[in-house]
């Protein structure tokens, strides 16, 4: 999980993916603006992240946008060839 403060305001923005062990199941990639600082504590921060992929994660080849006053934040995620 990356985390970015977003300069001039006092928001960060987390950017997190998942890739699974098994074929079967996709990719997800998480992008989250929020007002606090991801937590210190290793335990938070899984917690942290399983809330946040429920609630925001895309698939390979959807995308997100996130609109604010004075910032946008535009991510996809694509899924690679397996040859």
């Given at each position: 999980?990356?985390?970015?403060?977003?300069?001039?305001?006092?928001?960060?923005?987390?950017?997190?993916?998942?890739?699974?062990?098994?074929r079967?199941?996709?990719?997800?990639?998480?992008?989250?603006?929020?007002?606090?600082?991801?937590?210190?504590?290793?335990?938070?921060?899984?917690?942290?992240?399983?809330?946040?992929?429920?609630?925001?994660?895309?698939?390979?080849?959807?995308?997100?946008?996130?609109?604010?006053?004075?910032?946008?934040?535009?991510?996809?995620?694509?899924?690679?060839?397996?040859?």
């Amino acid at each position: 999980m990356l985390c970015y403060q977003i300069e001039g305001t006092p928001n960060y923005l987390l950017i997190s993916w998942k890739v699974p062990l098994l074929r079967h199941r996709k990719n997800e990639l998480c992008v989250h603006v929020c007002t606090n600082r991801l937590p210190e504590e290793q335990k938070e921060k899984n917690i942290f992240r399983k809330n946040m992929h429920k609630t925001n994660k895309i698939f390979p080849d959807e995308s997100i946008q996130l609109n604010y006053d004075d910032f946008r934040v535009s991510a996809t995620i694509s899924s690679g060839s397996h040859d």
